[in-house]
């Protein structure tokens, strides 16, 4: 084991996880793992970078080349973050996708690592990013946080509260609207309210949906709890 290149994957992925830590907490949708792999990937590619005198990269026989191999990690990565966008969507206030863009960021990262010769650091990054894919995801879901939902509520003519008694009917079940969108029908016939709601894990979601289920005039609802 190389413990010059052990040690700042390690400090790397404890830096990103105790950012990861924070978002996770406030209900962001790039959290606990998705950060890790953001700091491991950025740390094993400047480690390549710094230690370019053991890559396994050879002149042709009777020429002299002077060339910088970084640019062929430039262009990988900057490749691999179009096909990363293409995992990444968006479903209402909802964000999906972005730990699989990151974990294929860190294996874009790990195969160039691999492609110049550095075996100890590819081994160590493959290692770490199983780590943070498979052993941590049990600790990600015990982390405690803040949980996000999408509620949409469809109003009767005439029939959709204020916002404030909106706020409140959620505050009875311990969440708190942060955005409330309106759609209102042109014939006036139905109103809308989007909302993204959140609240301290484990949500209620049981006694929000028997509130919302005995409200007059509520013609039809959805809750969509987030996933990360």
Partial sequence: ??????????AAMTAG??????????GHPAGFRTHILVCLTSCLLMLAAMHQSTWAFTALPGQTVVIDPTRMSH?????????CAGVIFREGFSVH???????????????????????????????ATLAVLAVLRLLDAKL???????????WKRGAAPAEKALRDMLK???????RIGHMI????????????VKGQMPMDIDGLVSRLSAQKGLAEFSVMPRDE
């Avoid at 996880?17 to 406030?26: A, K, N, P, Q, S």
């Avoid at 262009?75 to 096909?83: A, V």
């Avoid at 009875?172 to 942060?178: E, I, L, Q």
Wanted: net charge negative; charged share 10%.
């Fill in 1 to 10: 084991m190389n413990w010059d290149l052990a040690w700042p994957v390690a």
């Fill in 17 to 26: 996880g105790l950012i990861g830590i924070e978002r996770t907490y406030h």
């Fill in 75 to 83: 262009g990988l990565l900057t490749g691999i973050g179009f096909l």
């Fill in 97 to 127: 996708g972005l730990t699989t863009a990151a974990s294929l960021w860190v294996t874009s990262a790990i195969g160039v690592l691999f492609g110049v010769g550095m075996l100890d650091l590819a081994l160590i990054g493959s290692g």
């Fill in 144 to 154: 405690p946080h803040i949980g996000v939902m999408d509620v949409t509520l469809r």
């Fill in 172 to 178: 009875g079940s311990g969440m708190k609207a942060v």
């Fill in 185 to 196: 029908c042109q014939s006036g016939a139905q109103h809308e309210h989007h909302m993204k």
